[in-house]
């Protein structure tokens, strides 16, 4: 399959995580079964704290069959196991040798960016635990040297001891690096609605975007995640719905998938896998749903 032309920076790149099962390389042609225009990954079993370094073989087909997708931009999620804000230590030097590993791996595959929640500190504080996954950076940065691969910290629903729940969260710890220029936001709709800001009207929705940019800036948001939310706002659960099925409805995307603010980053499904009544994939469904909400005029941001 002929790849298409690169999309302007002005469009919607609308994608999903994808398995890589099988193979790294299987996740395009998982992709562009379900039509993305972008992907997100994990580089190795996210199950699995080690894993055996990337072969030349692999890395061909990686490079063969990324060159033959339909897929634009590929971005990772690091393995849910890490946690740069654990207290204990055995455990923390353990999630920064496998963020090592998977940055490395990246690097490797041309991917560009790594997205990571920020951590649980496990009942010894907020500033203890921003200082901790601080910290945890710094070490990371250091290990890894110069690379092509952005560390990108994403917003939580902030559940129990979990950080990154106020966008202030991620402006302490982005402030407390040493090098901040490597760490870039991933917005996640579920997260932040369930963490208590506004997307369905036009009020909360610009006061949610006027927070993000004094906390962090827009520039530094490097990719979205596109899930609707099973539980209300203000919920504090991480807990995912299909595009329109749940409390955020479609009128909680229609404003962000057609605010040129954020045109040209990846907006990635992690929405539930299967399929609907009809036999349809559900990516499928979700993309296209997304993807009827674009508005060309710009009326339907105002609506």
């Not at 919607?12 to 790294?24: E, K, N, T, Y």
């Not at 649980?120 to 500033?127: F, Q, T, V």
């Not at 901040?180 to 932040?192: E, W």
């Amino acid at each position: 399959m002929a790849r298409r032309r690169a999309i302007p920076d002005h469009q919607r790149r609308f994608g999903a995580h994808v398995s890589i099962a099988g193979g790294l390389s299987l996740a395009f042609e998982r992709a562009d079964r379900v039509g993305c225009d972008c992907a997100q990954v994990f580089v190795k079993n996210q199950r699995q704290w080690r894993a055996p370094p990337l072969t030349d073989a692999q890395l061909e087909a990686w490079r063969d069959t990324r060159a033959a997708s339909t897929v634009h931009s590929v971005i990772a999620h690091a393995a849910y196991l890490l946690n740069l804000a654990s207290p204990e230590r055995t455990l923390w030097l353990r999630s920064i040798d496998a963020f090592v590993d998977e940055l490395g791996r990246c690097e490797q595959l041309g991917i560009g960016a790594l997205v990571i929640h920020p951590g649980s500190h496990r009942g010894r504080g907020l500033a203890w635990g921003l200082k901790r996954v601080a910290d945890a950076l710094d070490r990371i940065h250091a290990r890894t040297g110069p690379l092509n691969v952005l560390t990108v910290l994403e917003t939580t629903s902030g559940q129990g001891d979990c950080l990154g729940g106020r966008f202030e969260h991620l402006a302490e710890i982005i402030g407390r690096v040493r090098e901040p220029q490597r760490v870039g936001v991933c917005l996640d709709t579920c997260h932040v609605f369930a963490a208590g800001y506004e997307l369905r009207t036009q009020e909360g929705y610009e006061t949610t975007v006027a927070k993000l940019a004094a906390n962090v800036g827009l520039d530094r948001v490097v990719a979205l995640h596109l899930n609707d939310s099973m539980g209300p706002l203000g919920s504090r659960r991480d807990r995912h719905a299909g595009i329109g099925q749940g409390a955020l409805g479609r009128r909680g995307f229609r404003r962000l998938v057609n605010d040129p603010r954020f045109f040209g980053r990846p907006m990635i499904l992690e929405t539930p896998k299967g399929t609907d009544a009809r036999g349809r994939d559900l990516d499928r469904v979700n993309l296209g749903v997304l993807r009827r909400l674009i508005d060309p005029t710009g009326e339907k941001m105002l609506s």
